[in-house]
């Protein structure tokens, strides 16, 4: 099979898989399935959708996931990071528009695995990470305040302010009973961990919650009471309905589902490394990932990704093979068809609990603190993020984010990039520069600077020359007082060159080729070299001008300049 495409599943089965591990996967893969009920639940709720679509999500995505994905350990299946945008979709196109949207998101993931872009989705920038992560968390948090407070609410608006105006206004309805189960719930799922690491925290919380309001018959709403009978069957195969009118509006939420969900999973892939010490591959859990969610709404499922928490559990629970990753998908089938309408008592105010403390794990406010007093620009790019995360859309947030950060990332490159004049008595055009004299030593331009010969100037560039460095270095050569027949470029610094970089030169040359002062380059490290070969500028400007020393320029610059 490709190198591109390599299953850890095959890999585990090449390399011998023995009854020894299928008892460590087994046992690992029934406590994570027990952990994710309660959660593949609570997700399919906060997103506008039915509980039992939660669950079809966590098995088909599950299965899928794990037998074809990149990581010996993973664990998919919905996660709190998808709610905010799967209500967004849900309530402006219904489900079958977020079936479509899920698809193209699959789609674009598997384009995205098989053009290997499995290692640069890794390279958004952490402030963006971080911001619409904590966003997200604010808004699942906010949204449940109907359910833990029992709020007498026909509906709770989706927009992050107008939801507080309503609970405001509703804010007499509320319902103790659903006060009382909902801490309760909370302080069981703090708790328990605290005395038993091992055991089902939020399963427990539920159970508990679902017989004391039984028992007790409290005056709580249930998910029967607000959904019905949850569905107990097998999911079955249902094509959505499909609107091309449709498609143009929900590009950008497929394809911010498609980053949401590559960061999330790749993420997770590399949390999961750290504690095996192992090393999943990108592209294959990229293509993974988008044939999961493809067809994850062919059976009435909800977009997927790697769950960092189910999987920290699963690498604790013992699980060592992409089998557990299996077994977790097939225990909760089990647990849908035996006791999948049992749901139906489960109170609501308990799964608005649960919701709250994964909000709070997932917020990383310590990390939400660190960034915001470390740089301005990451400060910056952290608070837009989450602002309009939580003000406007995830969507645009994720957008702004990264152009943001892209162009704060640019002016950092144009302000290390810097350009002096060395010939002899010169004053330096820009005091922000990073070379010294001591530098003179670098390869491959190598020796003291000999004196300039009459008549040539002697400039050097240090940094990326790129269009953010382009205008300052236009400006430092626009400062020349003296007009000198020849100009030495030394580049021996620069390690990158761009198309408005090669721009420049050539508009240097052509002035020369107008009688202006000629130009000679020194010490062209590889990449500008052969864009500059390829350009066809080498052959323009002469190779006897294109020298590899800085002695050699100067013997050049000499001859050129009398």
Known sequence: MSELFRPKLLTVVSEGYSL?????????????????????????????????????????????????????????????????????????FGYDGLALATILAGALLVAMGFARLGALIRYIPYPVTVGFTTGIAVIIASSQFRDALGLSMESVPAPFF???????????????????????????????????????????????????????????ETIGTRFGTVSAGLPTLRFPNIELSQIPSLVSPALSIALLGGIESLLSAVVADGMTGGRHRSNTELIAQGIANIASPLFGGIPATGAIARTATNIKSGGITPVSGIVHALTLLLILVAAGKLASWIPMP?????????????????????????????????????????????????????????????????????????????????????LSPSDDSDTPDAGEPSPAPPGVEVYEIAGPFFFGAAHKFKSALSDIHRKPRVIILRMRSVSILDATGLRVLEEMQSEAERGGPVLVLSGIQEQPLALLRKSGFVARIGTESVCRSYEDAIEVAGRLAT
Do not use: C
Request: charged share 10%.
């Open 20 to 92: 020894r591990l299928f008892r460590r996967d087994v046992t690992a893969g029934i406590i994570v399935g027990i952990v994710a009920l309660p959660l593949a639940i609570a997700f399919a709720i906060a997103s506008g959708v039915k509980p039992e679509q939660g669950l079809y999500t966590a098995i088909v995505a599950g299965v899928l996931i794990s037998a074809l994905g990149g990581s010996r350990v993973q664990i998919g299946g919905p996660t709190g990071a998808f709610v905010v945008i799967v209500y967004s979709i849900v309530q402006r």
């Open 162 to 220: 107008e939801k507080w105006i309503a609970y405001y206004h509703s804010a007499a309805t509320i319902n103790p009973y659903a006060v009382a189960i909902a801490a309760f719930a909370v302080i069981l799922i703090v708790a328990i961990p605290r005395f038993a690491p091992r055991v089902p925290a939020s399963l427990i919380a539920l159970l508990i919650s679902t017989v004391i309001v039984a028992w007790l018959q409290l005056p709580v």
């Open 350 to 434: 308990a799964l608005a609990a649960i919701l709250v403390v994964v909000a709070w794990n997932m917020s990383e406010l310590h990390l939400f603190r660190r960034i915001l007093v470390s740089t301005r620009s990451d400060a910056l790019i952290l608070l837009s993020t989450f602002g309009l995360t939580v003000a406007v859309d995830l969507i645009v947030a994720i957008q702004v984010g990264v152009v943001l950060a892209s162009l704060l990332f640019m002016k950092r490159m144009a302000d290390v990039a810097s350009i002096r004049n060395t010939t002899a008595g010169s004053e330096d055009l820009n005091t922000n520069r990073l």
